[in-house]
């Protein structure tokens, strides 16, 4: 299964299994001087777009896109996250690929053993687990990822083999 998991925000961390590759990585969608607000989430969804479907036949890439939920704290950062989870999700509505939504909670029990794990705490664990990465942003995508397939993947597996 190809699964993409991100982690949104300004700086959106993403990791991809395509094919039973692996590959990850950051993009970031600051709003450069003079552009409206509403510039970010137009080049969110032009990425989006590129990067999770066939240039050639514009059909998805992945079969699944998952992604952090976002936490309402209030502030641009939160907006930032909330804006594109809905992008992400009219996206999936779009092309017909499932989405799934994961708690940080969950998340950073996940990958280090407790719920309220620290940026710092999770770029360790990453490292330890999967891969150095530089980011706690790409790392969090990571994770995410590695949960998916740990979790997701095994049952769709075992689904299509009992049908």
């Not at 509403?38 to 699944?64: C, I, K, Q």
């Not at 705490?121 to 150095?132: H, N, T």
Request: charged letters at 25%; proline letters at 2%.
């Amino acid at each position: 299964m190809n699964v993409l998991a991100l982690d949104l925000g300004t700086r959106t961390g993403w990791a991809l299994r395509e094919n039973g590759m692996i590959e990850s990585g950051t993009d970031t969608f600051d709003v450069k001087r003079g552009e409206s607000p509403g510039t970010r989430y137009m080049r969110f969804n032009r990425w989006l777009d590129e990067f999770a479907l066939h240039p050639s036949a514009g059909l998805p890439r992945v079969e699944l896109i998952v992604f952090e939920q976002a936490h309402h704290r209030g502030g641009a950062a939160t907006e930032v996250a909330a804006g594109f989870s809905t992008r992400v999700l009219e996206f999936c509505a779009r092309h017909g690929i499932e989405h799934a939504v994961v708690h940080s909670a969950r998340l950073k029990k996940f990958a280090t053993g407790k719920g309220n794990a620290s940026k710092t705490e999770m770029l360790e664990a990453v490292a330890r687990r999967w891969k150095r990465v530089e980011t706690d942003d790409e790392a969090d995508a990571l994770a995410l990822l590695y949960q998916v397939i740990d979790e997701l993947v095994p049952l769709t597996v075992k689904q299509d083999v009992l049908q």
